[in-house]
């Protein structure tokens, strides 16, 4: 998938066929949106194009701090998740608009002109049901037909009984998320939920009771962190190698009160130097809530019990 960040350098294509969004997730329902797209794209040999902007336009369009309901927005994929889990699904082109007040600014048929016909070329365009673009969401699936013959292009609307059918939202797998269910946020997702950061130093507690971890900080403010507890998870290190592990997000009650909340990961029958690495996570169950112990000889032995479970849930995983 070639993956362009500046439309002034998109190279322009014939008869692409083109969706767009933020498909922030890229879950269930906006796999139904690609399964179409990539069909369509087989069908007229086109390639499979995904318009898709960044930063989050609710960070641009967000409501004033004085507003009842400020700006509180988490993500489910970062963007080079996004790309990745877009490029797995086969689409060809990748465009990543930078999503600016300005941009935000440009009415349905300036989008639609500078956008997906002068930039793109697009010759058949699939969207969702209730799929809006340019200022103010003025433009949708009805003003695309009725001037679809003077841009000289198809358009099909993913009908809504098909994207409804699935039950999924991006709200719904936040919520999941958010409240430690990684099984409902997995099955909507279609697909284990990731997390991608950077290994810290942390006090290195867990080696002195024989269960080191890396304490990972996500290079991405807005990603989601699920609620706290332990979690049966497998991680892909930089160097390509997946390890079966046990995660945990908390303050560490049992070492220590008013502590920050860390996102630390033993992985389990490994023994190694994964400082500065970059790790990749996929959350597959949650094991527990986090606890206080009496002191560490009753943590080591729930950590013990922990690793247990872990790999019992991670079998084939």
């Known amino acids: 998938m070639l993956i362009v960040r500046d439309p002034a350098a998109f190279p322009f294509l014939t008869n692409a066929v083109v969706t767009s969004g933020t498909f922030d997730g890229v879950h269930l329902g906006h796999q139904k949106i690609l399964q179409r797209l990539l069909e369509v794209a087989r069908q007229s040999g086109g390639p499979a194009v995904v318009i898709t902007f960044w930063p989050h336009p609710r960070l641009v369009l967000a409501p004033p701090p004085t507003h009842p309901q400020p700006q509180d927005l988490h993500l489910l994929n970062t963007l080079e998740e996004r790309a990745q889990k877009l490029a ?21 048929e300036e989008f639609i002109q500078q956008i997906l016909l002068r930039t793109v070329g697009t010759g058949k365009l699939v969207i969702g049901y209730d799929h809006r673009f340019g200022r103010n969401r003025e433009g949708g699936f009805e003003y695309l037909s009725q001037h679809a013959d003077r841009y000289g292009l ?66 991405e403010p807005l990603k989601l962190i699920p609620a706290r507890g332990v979690y049966a998870v497998m991680v892909t290190t930089a160097a390509g190698t997946v390890h079966q592990g046990m995660l945990n997000i908390g303050v560490r009650p049992t070492v220590g009160g008013q502590l920050s909340q860390t996102t630390e990961v033993h992985l389990l029958d490994f023994d190694g130097d994964l400082y500065d690495q970059l790790l990749s996570v996929q959350f597959v169950a949650r094991l527990r809530d986090e606890q206080k112990f009496s002191g560490l000889d009753a943590l080591k032995a729930q950590l013990a019990l922990d690793a247990d479970n872990a790999r019992r849930q991670l079998v084939g995983g």
């Open 154 to 219: 198809t358009v099909e609307e993913i009908p809504r009984e098909d994207v409804d059918a699935v039950g999924v939202s991006s709200t719904r797998i936040r919520r999941a998320l958010e409240s430690g269910d990684i099984l409902t946020a997995n099955r909507y997702l279609g697909y284990p939920y990731p997390l991608t950061g950077t290994v810290v130093r942390g006090q290195q507690l867990g080696r002195t009771i024989g269960f080191p971890t890396a304490n990972i900080v996500c290079d």
């Open 88 to 108: 797995d699904f086969g689409v060809d082109y990748l465009l990543i608009v930078p999503f600016t007040k300005e941009f935000a600014a440009l009415t349905s």
